[in-house]
């Protein structure tokens, strides 16, 4: 299961990553953000020890929502390094998600 990250501990579970890192900004009453779902999972089964796939609420948690920009959701930041090296806003098919998390390994 994708983990839920925080304000408090993206920056060791993201910025501090080894690995490239999917992050799925989402609030519970957004509806796009519940199709998403599934495919993170998804996602998180595929890449088990290849890459993080970790999901923010962004009612929750909205310091790094804000510094990233995330203004509609669900948004999806790639980072590697660190660094964003890849967005998808809104819903995309699995296989968008799977070329991109490729692309970082």
């Known amino acids: 299961m994708a ?6 501990n993206f920056e060791e579970v993201v910025l501090n990553s080894d690995k490239p890192v999917l992050v799925d900004f989402w609030a ?3 509806g796009p953000c519940r199709m998403l779902a599934p495919i993170v999972e998804e996602l998180d089964k595929d890449f088990d020890s290849k890459a993080k796939i970790v999901k923010v609420d962004v009612d929750a ?28 806003v809104g819903v995309a098919p699995k296989n968008v998600y799977t070329e991109k998390l490729n692309a970082l390994l």
Not at 3 to 8: G, K, Q, R, W
Not at 62 to 78: C, D, M, S, W
């Open 3 to 8: 983990i839920e990250v925080t304000d408090a």
């Open 28 to 30: 519970a009453w957004c």
């Open 61 to 88: 948690h909205q310091e790094f929502a804000a510094k990233y920009g995330v203004r509609n959701i669900p948004t999806v930041l790639l980072f590697k390094g660190g660094e964003v090296a890849d967005k998808q």
